[in-house]
């Protein structure tokens, strides 16, 4: 049974337009939520991370809505670049605060950006 | 700064055979994750040591054992090979539990085809 869920393989946008990826999740006991991107040939590198006590954290281009009622979360980019086309991966944890180790991820979504 | 680094970078092995990867672990960093990830599908977690003990553990049989070393590299090691083996194993480094935001940072991986 997958905790994490990443139901759209992948997604296409055009450049200068918003990128939305979603996740959803299952158990409730998950308390901090990361997003990582994967280019081929590439480890994932982490990109934007998220606790329970809040419900939107941004970075750049980058904004994660975390909406706990729903086991939703969301990665917005804004504008998209096609330097952002590559693999995203949500991925959760019910140890925030202590090791990090042990991530649930989802399956991914393929984000392509087009010029 | 040195990244995470892991060998081989690809390998291939028949059925019944015993493998070991390695990882050198990002310079910092004392605790180690390992994932194995199947095509198509999110990393999902192996195991992790933090001082040289396995400090969690995923749902994977005995046959998949691991060590880590004082200077916080790591070894992971699978014996008597399956077909399903077959992944990408990705190894992880990070500061221990209470430290930063428990960020991952992941090496390229070792592409592992049983024959």
């Known amino acids: 049974d997958q905790q994490v869920k990443q139901n759209s393989p992948s997604l296409s946008v055009q450049e200068g337009r918003i990128s939305i990826l979603n996740c959803d999740y299952t158990n409730s006991m998950f308390d901090y939520f990361l997003w990582y991107k994967k280019y081929p040939a590439e480890g994932p590198t982490f990109l934007i991370s998220?606790?329970?006590?809040?419900d939107k954290n941004e970075d750049g281009r980058f904004t994660v809505f975390l909406n706990k009622s729903a086991k939703h979360l969301s990665l917005h980019i804004v504008p998209s670049q096609p330097g952002d086309s590559a693999v995203y991966f949500c991925?959760?944890?019910?140890?925030?605060?202590?090791?990090?180790?042990?991530?649930?991820f989802g399956k991914g979504t393929k984000l392509s950006v087009k010029p | 700064e040195t990244g995470v680094t892991q060998s081989p970078t690809h390998l291939i092995k028949t059925r019944g055979q015993q493998v070991t990867l390695r990882c050198s672990s990002q310079s910092g960093h004392n605790t180690v994750s390992w994932y194995q990830q199947a095509l198509g599908q999110g990393p999902q977690f192996i195991f992790q040591?933090?001082?040289?003990?396995?400090?969690g553990r995923g749902n994977f049989p005995p046959r998949f054992s691991g060590l880590q070393f004082p200077n916080y590299s790591s070894e992971l090691n699978v014996n008597a090979l399956e077909l399903d083996d077959s992944a990408l194993y990705l190894c992880?480094?990070?500061?221990?539990?209470?430290f930063g935001t428990g960020e991952l940072f992941f090496g390229e991986g070792s592409r592992l085809t049983v024959l």
């Open positions: 998220i606790s329970s006590i809040k």
């Open positions: 992880a480094s990070s500061l221990a539990a209470g």
């Open positions: 991925a959760a944890s019910m140890n925030y605060g202590g090791s990090q180790g042990n991530l649930i």
């Open positions: 040591y933090y001082r040289e003990e396995e400090n």
